[in-house]
């Protein structure tokens, strides 16, 4: 267990990082931060820095003598990286996590391994591998490269009259998965902590709406049934479980409506804190970013509870301009995260609304299937 004064350790200079911090230093930590790039919006709150690429050997090795245990911010962490500072201090979660989130294929295959189902997917290593693939799956579907792919990059949708050489073209020929595109009823994703000792807290079920492939906003809790709930919950604590996972992670699902019934296919996990748990730093008794300090410092998890039904929106680009309008909104908390150019599609900031309807986390909607 981690002393108040240790120093950790954050991988990646983004507004995780910068929250990451924030929440360390209110339980008593100083955050030493390494990021390739000067402009690092997680250096202005933060005890040191060191600026240097992932692959900056002396660098790492000066930062790993300088922590007590290393965490990341995302998951695009080269995991040789995480693998090197691993033989010099913990880094949680482990590395090997890094290795299969990192990769989509191999991120699929471990959840069907759990017995969790999926949408269908293949392996597409090539054009002749993408044409047997969608005989196999058929139309519409959506191509993936199977690395460095997020809020929509590296992807593209094929559907009837899509040219299959166009779309492999268009991914840069890179290795890449092909998977069915699912009539989905709502997007959804549960953030949960596992401490060191495998006790789990999960946050309640979050419902998301995207933007051209970005998060916009995220309601809590999600207008789903309680067995839902339930269920996601169950496929959190067995991703945690089956990568025995330390700190917090995000698990990303789609709501089928089969029938009068309900059911989840997992669509992504994030071995991080994640965009749709920012909620939790205003409208729960302790947050996403608190629970991860928590359990990579070896320090007991707390159960949450929720302050209300909750609204968080993402300040996209040049929405960034218009802070002032929520600054004087009542209810609602503004967080800005100190970044410099309103790019279109960058995240600049979000802001939470918290209304009122108490209840402890895990609690979703009273209603049953039948």
Not at 228 to 255: D, N, P, Q, T
Not at 295 to 324: C, F, Q, T
Request: hydrophobic residues 40%.
């Amino acid at each position: 267990m981690l002393k108040p004064d240790s120093t950790i350790g954050i991988l990646g200079g983004g507004q995780l990082g910068r929250m990451l911090a924030v929440a360390a230093a209110q339980l008593g930590f100083k955050c030493h931060v390494l990021a390739p790039s000067p402009d690092s919006c997680a250096f202005d709150v933060v005890h040191r820095v060191t600026c240097a690429d992932y692959s900056d050997v002396e660098a790492l090795d000066r930062f790993a003598n300088d922590v007590e245990v290393i965490t990341y911010e995302f998951e695009n962490v080269p995991a040789q990286t995480a693998t090197f500072l691993s033989a010099r201090r913990p880094v949680l979660p482990d590395p090997g996590v890094l290795a299969t989130t990192q990769d989509r294929l191999s991120e699929k295959n471990f959840v069907r391994s759990l017995g969790i189902p999926t949408a269908a997917f293949r392996d597409v290593s090539s054009l002749q591998a993408l044409l047997r693939a969608l005989e196999d799956i058929g139309r519409p579907a959506i191509l993936k490269t199977r690395r460095f792919g997020y809020d929509g990059k590296g992807q593209i949708s094929i559907r009837n009259g899509t040219d299959p050489a166009a779309a492999w073209l268009a991914i840069g020929e890179q290795p890449a998965i092909l998977e069915a595109l699912i009539p989905f009823e709502r997007e959804v994703s549960i953030v949960a902590a596992r401490s060191r000792d495998g006790q789990v807290e999960c946050f309640d079920l979050i419902e998301n709406e995207h933007r051209d492939h970005i998060l916009k906003t995220s309601r809590v809790p999600a207008d789903v049934p309680q067995t839902v709930g339930v269920e996601a919950k169950r496929i959190a604590e067995s991703i945690a479980a089956g990568f025995a996972f330390v700190g917090v992670l995000a698990v990303e699902m789609f709501v089928l409506a089969d029938g009068r019934q309900h059911r989840l296919l997992v669509n992504e996990i994030a071995p991080r804190v994640h965009n749709s748990g920012h909620w939790t730093i205003d409208g729960a008794s302790v947050s996403q970013f608190e629970q991860h300090v928590r359990a990579i410092a070896g320090w007991p998890l707390v159960k949450p509870l929720r302050h209300g039904r909750i609204e968080m929106i993402n300040l996209i680009g040049s929405e960034i301009d218009d802070y002032a309008t929520w600054l004087r909104q009542p209810g609602v908390s503004v967080h800005l995260y100190g970044k410099g150019v309103a790019r279109p599609g960058r995240k600049m900031g979000h802001v939470t609304r918290v209304g009122h309807d108490p209840q402890p986390c895990s609690a979703q909607r009273n209603v049953i299937d039948s």
